[in-house]
Every structure is written in C-alpha cells, then in structure tokens.
C-alpha cells in the first residue's frame, strides 16, 4: 500500500434510510461521535455513534433524537464540555437557530438542555462555529437579502440556555454563504466564504473577549474572482491556513493562505491546486499532522471521494500526497468527518441521492519512517487559549 493511501477500514453503517443532508459531526471521546443532519421532510436529527477501535465498525449508540420537526438544514456543531454540545442550524421558515444538547454517557442518548434561541428571524444558513473560551461561541451565516453576519453566543453552563452576548457584524452587503471558519489565535478568527458575484473571500475577525462583539480586523482577501463554494479549512501552524473550495467550472480548489499576525491581513502563500478537473462539492477535510491534510468530497458524478494533501512548509504549495479513493460510486454529498485517532477518521455522508445516510471509518497508510511532529500540531477545534 502506498504511503498517505486512503483505504476502507471496516463496512459503511446506513443510520438513515430515509433521507440525509447537512451532516455536523464532532467527537465525544475516543470512539463515541456524534452527529446532527436534515433527515425525513427535512426535519432535524441528532444520534451519537460507536466505533470499534478494533474492527473499525461503527454502530449506533443511542435512538436518534429528533430536534426540530420542521427543518435541521445548515448544521454546523461544537463542544462545550464533555457531554454538551452546541449547534447552529436553519429552523422553521430558514430562520437561524441555535441551542445546546446533552448527551448522556451511560445510555448515550441526545436530549435538549434547554430551549433553543432563534438568533435571526429572517434567515439562518450556511452556518460555521467556533468555540472561543469555554462558554463562547462565534458564528457566521448568511442572513436575509444575500447579508451576512458574524456574532457571538454566550452558553449558561448552569441552566444550558444560549443567549447573544452582542449585536451581529453585518461582514458583507451582497450575497454570501458556504462558510468555513478557524481559529487565529485566543481572540482571532479566519472565515473563507462565498461573497458578492460568488467569489471567494477570506478575512479574519476580532472579538473583544470583554463586550465581545465582533470587528473586522483587516480588508477581505478577493482569493477567486469566480466562485467559491463549499469551503472547508483548516489551521497549518499559527499563521497559516488551508482551504478546500469548488470553483466556477465546479472544479476542486486547494491552497494555503498566510495571517500576518500584526496586521490581520490575509494573503495567499502559493499556488492554488486543481485537485478535481471534473466535479468537486461538499469538501470536508481534517489534519493527519503538520503537513497532511485529508478531503472528503462530492466528486465526478456526485460520487464520494477522498484523498490526501501535502503542504511544502518552506513554498506552501500543495500536492496530492496519494491516488483518491472512490469510496461512494452513487453520491457522496454532505460530508463530515472527524478525527479518530493518528491514522483513522470517520465521515458521515450522504449516499443514494440524499436519500440515505451513511457513516464509514477510514484508514490513511503512515509511511513507516517517522514523519516530522507526526502529532498535528492544530487538531481539529484545537483550543490555542487556555480554559
């Protein structure tokens, strides 16, 4: 097996055989993930699932638990602490929705903590979170008129009510959405998104962590003057980031992007990579270590794909690591996927048209030398402040 191959570790698990979009997941503990998704008339789920550490088997761990009976699209969720968990998504009429869950360790079943907040009125898509301290968390959607915003949330972790801890950051006046946001540092954030004409942006945020509300920190970088859907980023080191997109042609994007730490500026570090020629959606990537990344993504046919990505940390450029791996030959949209341990991540996708939901563990070749901080230096969510 070739190193940095991406290869099927255990049978994928239909959790749903009725209809799945918009998967969310996050993990638990070592091998208990959890999972919210747009399941039958688009209502909203949540279930937590077991993977097999030996085997590599996932199976269901707790009954679903059924959020929002009228819709659970744009699902974008976080952790609050061991058996908590935040999520953003689009409710009734599309109006932007957020609450925070339980999660039961002995008999793993999801329930609500306290009501959920309806933080816009209007509309509620394309949500991205982040966590800022232990009971802060960011948020950027797409609101009404093509608007979009930036704001943060204050979890009681006493009564587990959210509230809006200021007003919302109007970012962009004309179109938005496809959201895909990082953490800088403590109190700085990236966002990528798809903005005015379509086109691709990248600008980093500053919350003040006193009145916390939320400022542009610099002018946005216009990264494509074409299209930018379905971003997917993730932290390099502290100053550098790499994003996944689909470009005008529906192609697959990739490339690195430089935070100056003085200015907030945000620039390009190297060349962008056409990894997809064909068909490129729903990316959905995680660090393996410093510089190897994996993508999930709807590829050629909506088919689902996966492979992995090397960054030079001396050019910045990216390179395919290995061949992709078709691991989906009928759909492979609505992908999520997760960190199980140094070699492994799940993914929770959506097969057969949307009409089923399918989880799968897979299993990357390290190459047998040691590799340089063979540990990733920026987890996933990785918390750079103390808490």
Do not use: R
């Not at 946001?181 to 005015?196: E, K, L, T």
């Not at 859907?229 to 550098?240: E, K, M, P, R, V």
């Not at 697959?252 to 390009?268: D, E, L």
């Not at 909506?302 to 450029?317: K, P």
Request: glycine fraction near 6%.
């Amino acid at each position: 097996m070739a190193d940095w191959a991406v290869t099927t570790a255990n049978d994928k698990l239909q959790f749903d055989t009725q209809a799945n979009k918009y998967n969310s997941c996050y993990a638990i503990d070592s091998n208990h993930f959890i999972n919210f998704w747009s399941g039958n008339a688009g209502d909203g789920y949540v279930q937590v699932f077991t993977v097999n550490t030996t085997t590599w088997a996932v199976t269901t761990a707790g009954a679903q638990k059924e959020f929002d009976v009228t819709n659970g699209t744009y699902n974008s969720c976080y952790q609050i602490d061991a058996n908590h968990f935040i999520n953003f998504w689009s409710g009734n009429a599309d109006d932007g929705y957020v609450q925070a869950f339980t999660v039961n360790t002995t008999t793993w079943a999801v329930t609500t903590a306290n009501s959920s907040l309806e933080f816009d009125a209007a509309n509620g898509t394309y949500n991205s979170c982040y966590q800022i301290d232990a009971n802060h968390f960011i948020n950027f959607w797409l609101g009404a008129s093509g608007n979009t915003y930036s704001q943060v949330f204050t979890v009681s972790t006493s009564t587990w009510a959210v509230t809006t801890a200021n007003a919302a950051l109007t970012v962009s006046g004309s179109s938005g959405g496809y959201f895909s946001c990082f953490q800088v540092n403590a109190n700085h954030f990236i966002s990528f998104w798809c903005g005015a004409d379509n086109d691709g942006f990248a600008q980093v945020f500053t919350v003040n962590t006193t009145t916390w509300a939320v400022t542009t920190a610099n002018n946005p970088l216009e990264f494509d003057t074409a299209n930018s859907n379905y971003n997917s980023c993730y932290a390099i080191d502290s100053n550098h980031f790499i994003n996944f997109w689909t470009d005008a042609s529906i192609d697959g994007k990739v490339q690195v992007f430089t935070v100056n730490t003085t200015t907030w500026a945000v620039t390009t570090a190297g060349a962008s990579l056409e990894f997809d020629t064909q068909d490129s959606k729903w990316n959905s990537c995680y660090a393996i270590d410093s510089n190897h990344f994996i993508n999930f993504w709807a590829g050629p046919g909506g088919d689902g794909f996966v492979q992995v990505f090397t960054v030079n940390t001396s050019t910045w450029t990216v390179t395919t690591a290995a061949a992709s791996l078709e691991f989906d030959t009928t759909n492979g949209t609505g992908d999520s996927c997760y960190q199980i341990d140094a070699n492994h991540f799940i993914n929770f996708w959506s097969a057969e048209y949307d009409v089923s939901g399918y989880v799968q563990v897979f299993t990357v070749e390290l190459p047998a030398a040691p590799v340089a901080s063979a540990a990733p230096v920026f987890m996933h969510h990785y918390k750079l402040l103390s808490q």
